[in-house]
Nanobody, 127 residues
């Protein structure tokens, strides 16, 4: 049974930082690209950042580029999202997800390309 468990969310003032973690179990983590998505109230879930199974390639949504950094530690089955310079518009529930295929060569930004999802962690940025 695959489980993805996010942690690290919370309430922070604008300009502050948070580091999200996602611990995976039940799958061979090192074979899967991982993504972070977010969903604000009344909005669709959107791609935030992704990292290939090798860790050698990353991709970011334009809205977070230069502020957020995704990384992974395959030895710990964990993917991270370092969020700096947070803005009120970053307020959302953040989800980590594992790609539906192993060893993909290209990151996907589509929700339906990810098979496994965590339960989400709330990030609230006050102005």
């Amino acid at each position: 049974q695959v489980q993805l468990v996010e942690s690290g969310g919370g309430l922070v003032q604008a300009g502050g930082s948070l580091r999200l973690s996602c611990a995976a179990s039940g799958l061979t983590f090192s074979r899967f690209a991982m993504g972070w998505f977010r969903q604000a109230p009344g909005k669709e879930r959107e791609f935030v950042a992704g990292i290939l199974w090798t860790g050698g390639s990353t991709y970011y949504a334009d809205s977070v580029k230069g502020r957020f950094t995704i990384s992974r530690e395959n030895a710990k089955n964990t993917v991270y999202l370092q969020m700096n310079g947070l803005k009120p518009e970053d307020t959302a529930v953040y989800y980590c997800a594992a790609d539906k295929s192993e060893f993909v060569r290209r990151l996907s930004l589509r929700v339906d390309e990810y098979r496994y999802w965590g339960q989400g962690t709330q990030v609230t940025v006050s102005s």
